[in-house]
């Protein structure tokens, strides 16, 4: 086949239609609507603000920390794929911190099924521990969700969640640490 003066053989066609397709069903999952449990969720409320001082780290101090993966997601704001993470099906008690500071970020029992492959959440644990951002990147407008103590990339925020709050915090799995219930 040949595109533009240039041959393409059957491997690299292959691959890019892979790439397309990837991108395209990364970008639907993550703008579409989501699968909740609707009335049977618990009803869970932000606690009052939780007590923290901010930390700023260089970049470089962050690449030491941080393992490539977690470096490219909370500091260059960054996406983990659909369905890789580690924490998409947790279905554990406990509660989810940053992982690059342990920040409390949402309780397990206001995490609920998106079918969107990230981890969701309808509302942060803290009223003060998630901060939101204007994103207007890859040709569309969407508010990012980061950590509120070391401007960590977590992910972001949609109107199309379950009750109480029809919210649904999309959140990339290696953003998070999850600390399981004694």
């Given amino acids: ?20 397709i990837t991108l395209t069903v990364s970008m639907m999952s993550c703008m579409g609507i989501s699968q909740s449990a609707g009335d049977g969720m618990p009803l869970v409320e932000a606690q009052p603000s939780f007590e923290f001082e901010k930390i700023e780290k260089s970049s470089d101090a962050w690449q030491k920390e941080l393992d490539e993966q977690a470096f490219y997601v909370l500091r260059k704001k960054g ?34 099924k998106s079918g969107t492959g990230w981890p969701s959440f309808y509302i942060p644990m803290y009223d003060n521990t998630v901060a939101e951002e204007r994103d207007a990147t890859l040709g569309m407008v969407r508010t990012e969700v980061l950590c509120a103590r070391c401007d960590g990339h977590l992910g972001h925020v949609f109107n199309d969640g379950p009750k109480p709050t ?14 399981e219930m004694d």
């Fill in 1 to 20: 086949m040949k595109i533009i003066g240039k041959e393409i053989n059957k491997t690299s066609l292959g691959l890019i239609k892979f790439i397309l």
């Fill in 79 to 112: 996406t983990e794929r659909p369905f890789t993470g580690t924490y998409w099906d947790n279905k554990k008690e406990g509660a989810y911190l940053c992982a690059g500071c342990e920040l409390p970020l949402f309780d397990s029992k206001t995490k609920f």
């Fill in 166 to 179: 029809g919210l649904r915090y999309c959140i990339n799995s290696v953003s998070l640490k999850f600390k």
